[in-house]
């Protein structure tokens, strides 16, 4: 029942930013971590960064440095703040949250539905 709500998804040029948001059900009290994944076409599912609770992040390899995940616990959502983006990260971009904490119990692994990031000239 519980269902994250993600925005920010689009087509820009290389070196281009976005910055996506994820957003949790007002009822939800709070959410242990908090990340964004991805899958481009053909390929697998990749985790592209997340954030704790306690403000612990990790990010892959392939973005260190170029996006930046941030939380606002108040609202309960999380950002990704995407920099010089290149084509190879055109993918659908994924919320996920783990132990998402609400009214009706706790939610061990929530995903959105995802929102399209395309990088081309």
């Known amino acids: 029942q519980v269902q994250l709500v993600e925005s920010g998804g689009g087509s820009v040029q290389p070196g281009g930013s976005l910055r996506l948001s994820c957003a949790a059900p007002?009822?939800?009290?709070?959410?242990?971590?908090m990340g964004w994944y991805r899958q481009a076409p053909g390929k697998q599912r990749e985790l592209v960064a997340n954030?704790?609770?306690?403000?612990?992040?990790y990010y892959a390899d392939s973005v260190n440095g170029r996006f930046a995940i941030s939380r606002d616990n108040a609202k309960i959502t999380v950002y990704l703040q995407m920099n010089s983006l290149k084509p190879e990260d055109t993918a659908v971009y994924y919320c996920?949250?783990?132990?998402?904490?609400?009214?009706?119990?706790?939610?061990?692994?929530?995903w959105g539905q995802g929102t399209l990031v395309t990088v081309s000239t």
């Open positions: 996920n949250a783990i132990d998402v904490h609400g009214p009706n119990g706790v939610y061990g692994d929530v």
């Open positions: 954030i704790t609770s306690g403000e612990n992040t």
């Open positions: 007002r009822s939800i009290f709070s959410i242990t971590t």
